[in-house]
């Protein structure tokens, strides 16, 4: 199947300050890549819908100014929580279709710690 | 509003024994459904998925069945293996959604005992 690799897998970082996740789509093009999150023995919960070249859409109670999402190319896409709080912290995944078919790729997601 | 449901968060069966997960679904829109098998502190693995014009869909040991009418699937494993414990998500893609946007319900911890 298509690779989908995400990056850093794990992170702690202070409160206030930001931090960046890469998804790299490895062998395929992606024009659409998506992120989600998961709190703790929950489900994974739909937070943005990211666009190549064009502007992210967000789900409904998701702040765009704190998540924000960039697809500079068809292989790359960044989530950035700004000014991260304890409350931020989760585990992150980024996913990606080929196009070719309904099936959906993850990266490995990212466990972000804010202390 | 959870448009995908798995209404039992764990499952215990004993090695060799048939599994079986279940998923509800409320919009009817949804035309295509997929499996996810999911580690801790890793991303979801795709298993199996299933079209909405079809009723089943069987890959080695996992057999994904479909109810239209009843908005439900579920997933068979069989025989059960100590090394399929892990939580499985199904999930479901809106007809007229982008590729690989996916809705998906709260998960089931299946525990293969040996």
């Known amino acids: 199947g298509a690779v989908v690799s995400q990056h850093p897998s794990w992170v702690i970082c202070k409160s206030g300050t930001s931090v960046k996740i890469e998804c790299r789509s490895l062998?395929?093009?992606?024009?659409?890549m998506f992120w989600y999150r998961q709190f703790p023995k929950q489900s994974l919960m739909l937070m943005a819908t990211?666009?190549?070249?064009?502007?992210?859409?967000?789900e409904q109670g998701v702040e765009k100014d704190k998540f924000l999402i960039n697809h500079a190319s068809l292989t790359l896409s960044t989530l950035t929580v700004t000014s991260a709080h304890p409350e931020d912290s989760s585990f992150y995944i980024c996913?990606?279709?080929?196009?070719?078919?309904?099936?959906?790729?993850f990266g490995q997601g990212t466990r972000l710690t804010v202390v | 509003d959870q448009q995908v449901k798995q209404n039992s968060p764990s499952l215990s069966v004993q090695e060799g024994r048939i599994s079986i997960l279940n998923c509800d679904y409320t919009n009817s829109m949804f035309d295509y459904f997929l499996w996810y098998k999911k580690y801790p502190a890793e991303g979801p693995t795709f298993l199996i998925s299933i079209s909405s014009i079809k009723d089943k869909n069987e890959d080695g040991r996992f057999t994904v069945f479909l109810n239209k009418s009843a908005k439900h699937l579920s997933l068979h494993i069989v025989p059960s293996q100590p090394g399929d414990s892990a939580v499985y998500f199904c999930?479901?893609?809106?007809?007229?959604?982008?590729?690989?946007?996916?809705?998906f319900g709260q998960g089931t911890t299946l525990q293969v005992k040996p």
């Open positions: 062998d395929f093009q992606a024009t659409t």
């Open positions: 999930a479901a893609v809106h007809g007229s959604s982008n590729t690989g946007k996916l809705i």
């Open positions: 996913s990606a279709g080929t196009g070719v078919n309904t099936e959906a790729f």
């Open positions: 990211s666009n190549e070249g064009s502007k992210a859409t967000y």
